[in-house]
């Protein structure tokens, strides 16, 4: 019998470009969201989107 064979790919690495850093000039130019988990007392679970 022949020993199973398998195809193997290299991994793909991310390639970075050195873009500068943007330079904001006034408040609100710029937003993040962030997802917050907790438990609450009665051992619920619940999620929160925050802006």
């Known amino acids: 019998m022949r020993p ?6 290299k991994p793909k690495h991310c390639v ?6 943007r330079q904001y000039t006034a408040a609100n130019q710029e937003w993040a969201l962030d997802v917050a988990h ?3 007392a ?3 679970a619940m999620a929160a989107q925050v802006v």
């Open 38 to 40: 907790d438990a609450i």
């Open 42 to 44: 009665a051992g619920r």
């Open 4 to 9: 199973l064979t398998l195809n193997r790919k």
């Open 16 to 21: 970075r470009q050195n873009a500068p850093l």
